[in-house]
Nanobody
Framework: QVQLVESGGGSVQAGGSLRLSCAAS????????MAWFRQAPEKQREFIAR??????VYGDSLKGRFTMSRDRAKNLVYLQMNSLKPEDTAEYYC????????????WGQGTQVTASS
């Protein structure tokens, strides 16, 4: 069982930055692809980025402002968010998807980000 805990959310002014963290239980980077998603009220979940091994893929709409990284030694993944806009307001989730079975995917509880104009 993989446990994920997101942190770092909060309220910022438009144009500001936040860095989200996702703490993962155990050494999962060898067996799981890590990803960030977000979901705004009454909207579908939106893909932000996924890291598989040394490669990171971003959603088209967010690439350039958001950067995903990891600290392998600390079992942490990060999402650096710059130039935040009010439309970035959402609950942000971290996921770990098993590399050998895409059906197996674990989720954190989410962290709220609010960007106000």
């Amino acid at each position: 069982q993989v446990q994920l805990v997101e942190s770092g959310g909060g309220s910022v002014q438009a144009g500001g930055s936040l860095r989200l963290s996702c703490a993962a239980s155990g050494e999962i980077f060898d067996n799981y692809d890590m990803a960030w998603f977000r979901q705004a009220p009454e909207k579908q979940r939106e893909f932000i980025a996924r890291m598989s091994g040394g490669n990171t893929v971003y959603g088209d709409s967010l690439k350039g402002r958001f950067t995903m990284s990891r600290d392998r030694a600390k079992n942490l993944v990060y999402l650096q968010m710059n130039s935040l806009k009010p439309e970035d307001t959402a609950e942000y989730y971290c996921s770990a998807r098993a590399r050998n079975n895409y059906i197996v995917e674990y989720w954190g509880q989410g962290t709220q980000v609010t960007a106000s104009s």
